[in-house]
C-alpha cells in the first residue's frame, strides 16, 4: 500500500522553529517529486515548496521565501519541511504529496497524498 505519512507538526510560538517530515512506505521516493501543501481554515489548499527528483526545489509560497527549505534523503524515504521564524499566518494544515518526476504547482497535479499534520503558531 502506497502511504505518506507526515509528522512534526505541533504548537509553536511565533518566531519559533518546527521541521516537519514526509515519510513514504510501500514505494521509494528516488523518483518522484514531493511537494508541501497547506490549507488554513476557510482557505483553498496552497503550495509552499516542492523538492523534484533531482533536488532541485521551487518556491509556491512567496511569503516563506527566507524561512522555509526543503530537503529530501532517498536513501530515508523521507522529505522534510525545515520552518524557521514561524507567523501566525502560517498556521495550517501541512499535507505533502508525491508526484512522479517533476514538481507541480497545483494540488491536482500529485498522485498521492499525506493525511496532514497541524501547524499552530500562537502565544
Known amino acids: 500500500q502506497l502511504q505518506l505519512v507526515e509528522s512534526g507538526g505541533g504548537l509553536v510560538q511565533p518566531g519559533g522553529s518546527l521541521r516537519l517530515s514526509c515519510a513514504a512506505s510501500?514505494?521509494?521516493?528516488?523518483?518522484?517529486?514531493i511537494g508541501w501543501f497547506r490549507q488554513a481554515p476557510g482557505r483553498e489548499r496552497e503550495g509552499v515548496l516542492c523538492?523534484?527528483?533531482?533536488?532541485?526545489?521551487?518556491n509556491y509560497a512567496g511569503s516563506v521565501k527566507g524561512r522555509f527549505t526543503i530537503s529530501r534523503d532517498n536513501a530515508k524515504n523521507t522529505v522534510w519541511l525545515q520552518m524557521n521564524s514561524l507567523k501566525p499566518e502560517d498556521t495550517a494544515i501541512y499535507y505533502c504529496?508525491?508526484?512522479?518526476?517533476?514538481?507541480?504547482?497545483?494540488?491536482?497535479?500529485?498522485?498521492?497524498w499525506g493525511q496532514g499534520t497541524q501547524v499552530t503558531v500562537s502565544s
Open positions: 523538492i523534484n527528483d533531482n533536488g532541485s526545489t521551487t
Open positions: 510501500g514505494f521509494t521516493l528516488d523518483y518522484y517529486a
Open positions: 504529496a508525491a508526484v512522479n518526476y517533476y514538481c507541480s504547482s497545483t494540488p491536482r497535479g500529485y498522485d498521492y
